[in-house]
């Protein structure tokens, strides 16, 4: 049973070949607060379906005596000393600004009062 399904009612038409289904893509854009017209949900399944299949593809490749990583290549994290160091003369910062108000950038409201 695929991973879309809720308790032990398979959601996918062929639990072969993963089917999103229109009312999956509204119930994920339902989620995500976005409305969908008729031809992007058809679309949007399409894709969904399309990635959940490529998924799968590589999970069958993975085997259990390889283990998981985060890059192909082995990595390792750089660290320089955590120094302060000065940082911008204020005056010059002031003059940069396109709008200054008490020691602060002055930027228009973006959000309305409530």
């Known amino acids: 049973m695929c991973s879309w399904s809720r308790g032990s009612k398979p959601c996918c038409k062929d639990e072969a070949m993963a089917n999103i289904t229109r009312e ?15 031809e992007e949900t058809e679309h ?15 999970s069958e490749v993975a085997a259990d005596d390889i283990p998981p990583t985060s890059h192909p290549v082995p990595m390792t994290n750089v660290f ?16 940069g600004a396109p709008s200054w108000e008490d020691d602060r950038f002055r930027v228009p409201r973006i959000l309305g009062e409530e």
Do not use: K, M
Not at 25 to 34: E, I, S, T
Not at 44 to 58: M, T
């Open 24 to 38: 999956q893509v509204q119930h994920l854009a339902h989620l995500a607060r976005l409305e969908l017209t008729e």
């Open 44 to 58: 949007y399944a399409g894709q969904l379906s399309a990635i959940v299949d490529a998924v799968e593809r590589v």
């Open 80 to 95: 320089r000393e955590d120094v302060a160091r000065p940082g911008l003369n204020r005056a010059d910062v002031e003059a």
